[in-house]
């Protein structure tokens, strides 16, 4: 089979290499689409702090079952399915909790295991879900993405009414955006310094806009709240002063929920933390999203196609990932048809 091997920043390489066999408990994927993700591309200019070379990457993975291994009961071959790309270890403290998604030995597809930037990828059964069959491949992909919004979201606990700030609207901030707005009766105010990232943004159903650098964000907001500040605040930047902006953004009561990565220190306002008693909560990959965001997907398909700025051939994925970090202003989502 063909896969695209990542030798170092840089540098892709076409490898023809022996087709994986499954074993007991796992299916043999053909991938049909990929998703370009923000850290496939920092993989490739070697900003990843977990990039290991060589490998083969991607993890926004969708296409059809080729082959069952012993013991699957629950797939068969044939079936259109998307694949879920973090397999916990199951006994480690967070999974012993449920939480799964904070598991500390995470054997991530794409990046910790060889990923689906091929012809073929081999899956827990446990981790491919299957897809309505007018759900095309390009937009199941996007469940991938959709779902570290969704696990986001019911990390807000979001109550009718609310004002909610969402800062950054890059991918993920715009699926939170997408999926608050079909779900809840409330108020979301997008802040981003990219005029077309709000011009999306708007088309997904925010009520109100600002561009930072033009606009004082944090007075905007206030004006916008009464001087209240926002109830729920949404961190999809990964900037520092974005994590420390969003303490002061927040209403007395009110809860934050950090979606960006950054690697750098943060500096939290302390006082701010006790004066207004708010909460701050952490948020990464998904628990049992995938449904839900694949029913979400398949009832809206509209913001699927917006999402999706361009599908490229496979073989042309290392100019998709220099259009990915070049162009992030012009670029939401691209994806690799195979």
Same mark, same amino acid.
């Given at each position: 089979m063909k896969a695209?091997?990542?030798?170092?920043?840089?540098?892709?390489?076409?490898?023809d290499i022996p087709r994986?066999?499954? %074993?007991?408990?796992?299916v043999l994927v053909k991938i049909k689409a990929a998703g370009i993700?923000?850290?496939?591309?920092?993989?490739?200019?070697?900003s990843n702090p977990y990039a290991q070379y060589p490998q083969i990457f991607g993890h926004e993975l969708a296409g059809i079952i080729?082959?069952?291994?012993?013991?699957?009961?629950?797939?068969?071959?044939?079936?259109?399915?998307?694949?879920?790309?973090?397999?916990?270890?199951?006994?480690?403290?967070?999974?012993r909790k449920g939480r799964t998604n904070a598991c500390m030995n995470i054997d991530m597809i794409g990046s910790v295991r060889r990923g689906g930037f091929a012809d073929f990828i081999i899956v827990p059964e446990t981790h491919v879900h299957p897809i309505p069959e007018q759900m095309d491949f390009a937009t199941a992909a996007l469940c991938e993405p959709f779902?570290?919004?969704?696990? %986001?979201?019911?990390?807000?606990?979001?109550?009718?009414?609310?004002?909610?700030?969402?800062?950054?609207?890059?991918?993920?901030?715009?699926?939170?955006?997408?999926?608050?707005?079909?779900?809840?009766?409330?108020r979301v105010i997008a802040v981003d310094p990219?005029?077309?990232?709000?011009?999306?943004?708007?088309?997904?159903?925010?009520?109100?806009?600002?561009?930072?650098?033009?606009?004082?964000?944090?007075?905007?907001?206030?004006?916008?709240?009464?001087?209240?500040?926002?109830?729920?605040?949404?961190?999809?930047?990964?900037?520092?002063?974005?994590?420390?902006?969003?303490?002061?953004? %927040? %209403?007395?009561?009110?809860?934050?929920?950090?979606?960006?990565?950054?690697?750098?220190?943060?500096t939290i306002p302390g006082l701010l933390l006790t004066k207004k008693d708010i909460e701050i909560y952490g948020t990464k990959h998904s628990v049992n999203q995938f449904p839900g965001v694949i029913q979400f997907l398949n009832e809206n398909p509209e913001i699927a196609r917006a999402f999706v700025t361009e599908i490229m051939p496979?073989?042309?994925?290392?100019?998709?990932?220099?259009?990915?970090?070049?162009c992030p202003h012009q670029v939401t989502k691209i994806i690799l048809s195979y």
């Open positions: 695209a091997v990542m030798t170092k920043p840089y540098s892709i390489e076409f490898h994986p066999e499954p %074993a007991s408990g796992e993700c923000g850290s496939d591309v920092h993989f490739y200019d070697g080729e082959k069952t291994g012993a013991g699957v009961r629950g797939r068969s071959a044939g079936e259109r399915v998307v694949i879920e790309p973090a397999i916990p270890c199951g006994g480690c403290y967070p999974c779902s570290i919004g969704a696990q %986001a979201v019911r990390r807000a606990d979001i109550q009718t009414g609310e004002t909610i700030v969402i800062l950054g609207m890059g991918p993920i901030g715009l699926t939170i955006l997408a999926q608050v707005k079909k779900r809840f009766d409330v990219v005029r077309e990232r709000l011009e999306l943004a708007e088309a997904f159903g925010a009520d109100a806009v600002i561009q930072p650098g033009e606009e004082d964000a944090e007075q905007m907001i206030l004006k916008l709240t009464g001087g209240e500040g926002a109830g729920i605040v949404f961190e999809a930047a990964g900037i520092p002063a974005t994590i420390e902006q969003s303490v002061r953004l %927040a %209403a007395a009561a009110g809860r934050i929920v950090i979606v960006g990565l950054t690697g750098r220190n943060v496979f073989m042309e994925i290392e100019e998709a990932l220099k259009k990915a970090k070049n």
